[in-house]
């Protein structure tokens, strides 16, 4: 059957229209546009009233923050469109009418009276700034119908929005909005909404701050050209009324560099309340810190939100800008509360049971007191009050260390181990592990929810569920014995207020902790870089620190009780296996440990003696070595003199003839 020539002409161009086609789509795949300027915003941290608190540039140097059609005021869209692309709904990405409107005046007049860009192109040229020129400009011209094509009308008004120069390194509707007139821009007035029309024609020469007066003069011809001139009369002609862009304050810095760091950008509204944020920030400053060293605090509201997050930036020292809020550092003795609490939760202790604060071997572990005295027998209340070591390692041995790290991580919390493949052992009671001030922050405020262990949150749109931690009575329990420690020294008024202090190992981390009414305090002081720092403790150095805090936060000293005052029973009517904590019966080898290796030799190739210790049992002691009898001078410190390298075994017996003894390796 023969073709007509309509048939094969028509055949013809719809052939070549899905060419075209089909190459305009390869060359969109192939040449898509650069979206990394659009991609690439800044980051502000606002307080819980939205009051600006900091923030930082992109990281190309912009204050540039993502913003939709949708979120700006529609007074503000009517008038771009009128001022820039009133054909915006009607063409592709190229108005041809305006760029023959353009040629003609170039021709006629013989220089550029108005480009002909749309919104489009003038989106495009934002994407990848270029000199103006021919091939600029039919550059622009391709890209502008590939992101009408891509994106659609909203997505070219979403990225001219969102990149426009609004002066300076200020781009886009959101970030001058916030920055000139301190408010979003979902709601602006003629008068606003025709100053940000305006700047990006001549973004230098209408700077707000800089040539204030010029850009109120452009924002009263807006209002002319677009009609809407009933504002003009209300624009001020005085450069004072548009003074340029606010100074970004900087009173966060450690939190904004945490949710730099997660990739947060864009403005984030946080629990944050800034005057306490900046109040606190000035007294660690003021307050003299540790040799080489600084402060750090966290305040938690009743619900989790962070009041005040004081990363330890305030003071200049190696290290310091490290958020100590979120480093892991050796807890010391802060974690005691937690291992009692869940011994009361198993009823194997109760505060009133009897437990014994003297030198002993624990599962081969051997601690002594922070001030190397023994109190001998004592509570479980009196035991926490006073942070003494031997119980707590009592205590976590009844538990067991992976009971008691297990029900940490249920609520988020999991300690770093020293070792990856290190087993969890009973040195966990006295900060053998590594944990950060928010952790601390989530363990602590168990105390003020009757268990329920809140995890910290600083975004003001989200928080996570409660998980528990202690039950209901063990938590009060806790509670109630820290209410009675003793407060720091030259505290006033200090009632109702839970507070633990702890010390690391080597003095190089400070420690207190304080529920009280409805805030969970937390202070760290010490070096950043984990060197030691002598002389620093946590009822010294770190305390005071904390009570300021809790004047401040409780002016008046009228802190809301808990409200709870648990009862126990008499001590008669407890179990005997409640009333007190059975220790060891017979004497126990302290050290050497079991199984040890120990160097003896000096460095002339003579032996030196080797140290003995027992505990427990009932003194004295009579020690052998390999079964021959030591013989130990009245008042002195048992020791031994191996006559060469090899195995040996030890052994000690107590007055009532019970024995202990252990093998050691003598290299």
């Known amino acids: 059957m023969r073709r007509t020539p309509a048939v094969t002409l028509t055949l013809g161009l719809?052939?070549?229209?899905?060419?075209?086609a089909g190459m305009l789509w390869i060359l969109d795949r192939l040449l898509p546009p650069d979206l990394s300027r659009l991609q690439a915003s800044a980051l502000i941290l606002t307080e819980r009233t939205g009051a600006r608190l900091d923030g930082r540039t992109s990281v190309d140097g912009a204050w540039r923050l993502p913003l939709a059609a949708s979120q700006v005021d529609p007074v503000y869209m009517h008038m771009l469109l009128l001022t820039e692309d009133r054909r915006f709904y009607w063409h592709p990405g190229v108005d041809p009418f305006s760029m023959a409107r353009a040629v003609g005046q170039l021709v006629t007049r013989g220089h550029i009276v108005s480009g002909g860009s749309t919104l489009a192109m003038q989106a495009s040229r934002l994407l990848s700034p270029h000199r103006h020129s021919l091939r600029g400009k039919l550059l622009d011209m391709a890209r502008a119908m590939q992101l009408e094509w891509r994106y659609g009308r909203r997505g070219v008004l979403d990225i001219y929005l969102t990149l426009t120069p609004e002066g300076g390194n200020i781009e886009g509707i959101r970030a001058a909005s916030l920055l000139y007139f301190n408010h979003e821009p979902d709601h602006l007035a003629r008068q606003e909404a025709a100053v940000l029309v305006a700047i990006p024609r001549h973004p230098t020469t209408l700077r707000p701050g800089r040539h204030s007066a010029l850009a109120l003069a452009a924002a009263r011809r807006v209002l002319r050209r677009t009609g809407m001139g009933r504002g003009v009369e209300n624009v001020p002609s005085d450069a004072a009324s548009l003074p340029g862009a606010a100074a970004m304050p900087h009173a966060a810095p450690a939190l904004l560099a945490h949710a730099w760091r997660a990739g947060r950008r864009g403005t984030v509204r946080t629990t944050l309340d800034g005057r306490l944020q900046r109040m606190l920030r000035s007294v660690v400053a003021a307050r003299d810190a540790p040799l080489r060293g600084t402060f750090a605090a966290l305040v938690v509201r009743h619900d989790g939100g962070v009041a005040a997050w004081i990363g330890g930036g305030e003071h200049q020292c190696p290290g310091c800008a490290v958020d100590l809020v979120l480093a892991r550092r050796s807890p010391g003795s802060t974690l005691k509360p937690f291992i009692y609490g869940m011994a009361f939760d198993r009823g194997v202790l109760t505060p009133r049971t009897r437990i014994s604060d003297g030198r002993m071997s624990l599962s081969g572990y051997a601690p002594h007191d922070f001030d190397q005295n023994f109190r001998g027998e004592t509570t479980v209340a009196d035991a926490l009050r006073q942070s003494l070591n031997v119980p707590a390692v009592q205590a976590l041995r009844l538990i067991g260390p992976d009971h008691f790290?297990?029900?940490?991580?249920?609520?988020?919390?999991?300690?770093?181990?020293?070792?990856?493949?290190?087993?969890?052992?009973?040195?966990i009671a006295l900060g053998g592990e590594g944990i950060s001030m928010h952790d601390l922050a989530t363990l602590y405020s168990a105390l003020n929810h009757d268990g329920q262990a809140m995890v910290p949150y600083f975004d003001a749109t989200g928080r996570a569920p409660g998980a528990s931690l202690l039950g209901r009575r063990a938590a009060q329990d806790v509670r109630a014995i820290l209410e009675g420690t003793p407060p720091p020294p030259g505290t006033g008024q200090w009632n109702h207020v839970a507070f633990k202090t702890g010390t690391s190992y080597g003095m190089r981390d400070a420690w207190a902790a304080a529920v009280t009414g409805p805030w969970t305090i937390i202070v760290w002081a010490g070096r950043p870089d984990g060197t030691a720092s002598p002389g620093i403790t946590g009822r010294a150095t770190a305390a005071p620190l904390l009570a300021h805090i809790v004047s401040l936060l409780e002016p008046d000293g009228d802190i809301m009780a808990s409200g709870v005052t648990p009862r126990h029973q008499a001590i008669r009517y407890l179990s005997p296996a409640l009333r007190q904590l059975a220790r060891p019966g017979g004497p126990q080898i302290i050290l050497p440990r079991p199984g040890s290796e120990m160097e003896s030799r000096a460095d002339d190739g003579t032996m030196t003696p080797i140290g003995l210790e027992a505990g427990g049992g009932t003194p004295p002691y009579r020690w052998m070595v390999n079964g021959t009898g030591l013989e130990v001078p009245?008042?002195?410190?048992?020791?031994?003199?191996?006559d060469g390298v090899g195995y040996a075994h030890i052994s000690v017996m107590d007055m009532q003839g019970r024995s202990a003894a252990v093998d050691v390796r003598i290299r």
């Not at 719809?14 to 075209?20: D, E, Q, T």
């Not at 790290?405 to 052992?425: E, I, K, N, Q, W």
């Open 14 to 20: 719809l052939a070549a229209m899905v060419l075209s």
């Open 405 to 427: 790290l297990s029900r940490l991580a249920a609520c988020g919390v999991v300690p770093r181990l020293p070792g990856r493949d290190t087993a969890p052992g009973l040195a």
């Open 634 to 642: 009245p008042g002195a410190m048992p020791s031994w003199l191996p």
